[in-house]
């Protein structure tokens, strides 16, 4: 399965490329909603992405939580992400059912309080 379909990566980099514009206007960005959940079927890795660099479009931006109890917002390379494998060996997945219900920064801040994303 691949990491994103063509819809979320047109939408990703479109949102990439309104945040480079909005940066170079006035250095404030947009709060997305995330556009795509992944997640480790067989460990603990969550990633809500909502945006994907258009001068390096394999880095997308989003809020990751590797299992350890602290996500946080930041970049991820998507190949680095396709590479990983959990604890039985499963690929990384694209949430087919996954609808966003807030922006990136509220989900970010839930996680925050809990420890681990909660979409």
């Known amino acids: ?34 556009v795509v959940k992944l997640f480790t079927p067989d460990a603990g890795a969550t990633w809500l992405l909502t945006e994907i660099d258009p001068d390096e479009p394999d880095i997308a931006f989003g809020l990751c939580d590797l299992g350890m109890g602290c996500p946080e917002l930041g970049s991820v390379r998507l190949s680095e992400i396709a590479a990983i494998r959990g604890r039985l060996g499963l690929p990384v997945e694209r949430d087919r059912h996954f609808k966003a219900t807030k922006s990136l920064t509220a989900y970010a801040d839930e996680a925050r309080t809990l420890g681990h994303i909660k979409a």
């Open 1 to 34: 399965m691949e990491l994103l379909t063509k819809e979320q990566r047109k939408r990703m980099l479109a949102n990439g490329e309104a945040n480079a514009e909005c940066i170079a206007e006035d250095g404030n960005t947009h709060d997305f909603w995330p």
